[in-house]
């Protein structure tokens, strides 16, 4: 089946330092990938559309000079967290459809963020 | 907030019992769907249902859809310790392929020897 690869799978950060978070898709291609963000026992919240060749769409209250985006391939898009401060610290987690889209979305196993 | 509501917050019980849990969304739907998240992991696509079906299985899966109610249920048959996990109902929006996902807040399930 579909699987997305998310790297790193934890991360340690000092404050003001900008974290990059790879979301790939290993054996189908995605034009849009989804990124999330998920606080301790709570749902996931939707941040940002990434559309491959084109700009992220971003959810309102979304910083995008913040959480910046990129989806240069159809098989890569990236989250930087820039200037990080404590309060980013979170679970990140994307998510992608096949170019068919068909069935459900793949998600990558996340990333826990920790800004210290 | 269009985020959809799930109740019971957490369910625990015993293995080999039934576990249902339940969805309610807003807006109105392509598809829904069902994912599992177990403890500090990814999402794992359980079943998806579309607007125009009633009810569908897979494995001791089932899930119900009632779009007049705009509600939907996940019952978990025979469980094992190992469906300990959150459970999550996510909602596609009425349009295009790559519509985003609306999810619900969750319900914990726990699973007991």
């Known amino acids: 089946g579909a699987v997305v690869s998310q790297h790193p799978s934890w991360v340690i950060c000092k404050s003001g330092t900008s974290v990059k978070i790879e979301c790939r898709s290993l054996?189908?291609?995605?034009?849009?990938m989804f990124w999330y963000r998920q606080f301790p026992k709570q749902s996931l919240m939707l941040m940002a559309t990434?559309?491959?060749?084109?700009?992220?769409?971003?959810e309102q209250g979304v910083e995008k000079d913040k959480f910046l985006i990129n989806h240069a391939s159809l098989t890569l898009s990236t989250l930087t967290v820039t200037s990080a401060h404590p309060e980013d610290s979170s679970f990140y987690i994307c998510s992608a459809r096949d170019r068919a889209g068909v069935g459900g979305y793949t998600f990558g196993s996340g990333t826990r963020l920790t800004v210290v | 907030s269009q985020q959809g509501e799930e109740d019971p917050q957490a369910l625990s019980i015993q293995e080999g019992e039934n576990a249902t849990m339940n969805c309610s969304y807003k807006?109105?739907?392509?598809?829904l769907q069902w994912y599992r998240q177990n403890s500090g992991r990814g999402l794992v696509h359980l079943i998806l249902?579309?607007?125009?079906?009633r009810e569908k299985h897979s494995g001791r899966l089932r899930v119900t859809l009632d779009t007049s109610k705009k509600s939907s249920s996940l019952l978990i048959t025979a469980s094992r310790a190992a469906d300990t996990a959150s459970y999550f109902c996510?909602?596609?929006?009425?349009?295009?392929?790559?519509?985003?996902?609306?999810f619900g807040t969750g319900t914990r399930l726990q699973v007991t020897l």
């Open positions: 807006t109105s739907i392509n598809n």
């Open positions: 249902i579309r607007s125009n079906e």
């Open positions: 054996d189908f291609q995605a034009t849009t």
């Open positions: 990434s559309n491959e060749g084109s700009k992220a769409t971003y």
């Open positions: 996510a909602t596609a929006a009425l349009r295009g392929t790559a519509s985003k996902l609306t």
